[in-house]
């Protein structure tokens, strides 16, 4: 089927293209997504695919995702899709802080993975968040309605001084 695929022009494929994107649109709405919270109890099974799909910043071992879920200001969390509940869609790692920020976005750190793989995904850059837990529900709403990320008064300086 898939050579079947490839062999037809890109005009014939626009009408598919659009409806299955429309489908995972609806298939994947944040909406149905549901957040679980990660830790050394977590099932095994989904602990290996967290090292095995983490693309951000890689996971190499047992010892290395155990450092990650072990400090006390560090929560993981991964969303996981209803209807596939064995695989985690999305794995945030989010570092808890005692400063109480405005914003999210806080820091921008140049050269801060500078292995092949950061410097392709992301040219090395990195970016810190800090999470205000009374906050972190309305900024995640307004994101999703206006695409806007809140950011601290540094990022607004760094952005004007461009």
């Not at 089927?1 to 995972?24: G, Q, V």
């Not at 290996?48 to 990650?68: F, G, M």
């Not at 405005?102 to 392709?120: Q, R, T, W």
Request: some cysteine.
């Amino acid at each position: 089927m898939r050579s079947r695929i490839k062999n037809l022009n890109h005009k014939s494929l626009d009408s598919f293209e659009t409806s299955l994107l429309k489908l995972f649109k609806y298939w994947f709405n944040p909406s149905f997504l549901v957040l679980e919270k990660i830790d050394w109890s977590t099932p095994a099974s989904i602990l290996e695919k967290i090292i095995a799909y983490e693309a951000v910043q890689a996971i190499n071992s047992w010892d290395d995702l155990r450092a990650r879920l072990a400090p006390s200001d560090r929560k993981c969390f991964a969303f996981f899709h209803p209807l596939i509940p064995d695989e985690p869609l999305i794995f945030v790692e989010v570092a808890l802080c005692k400063k109480v920020p405005e914003s999210i976005l806080e820091k921008i750190n140049l050269n801060a993975d500078n292995s092949k793989k950061g410097v392709s995904e992301s040219l090395g850059l990195m970016v810190n968040y800090l999470y205000d837990l009374d906050i972190v529900e309305k900024n995640h709403e307004l994101f999703f309605k206006t695409k806007e990320v809140k950011v601290s008064h540094e990022i607004k300086s760094l952005n004007k001084a461009l």
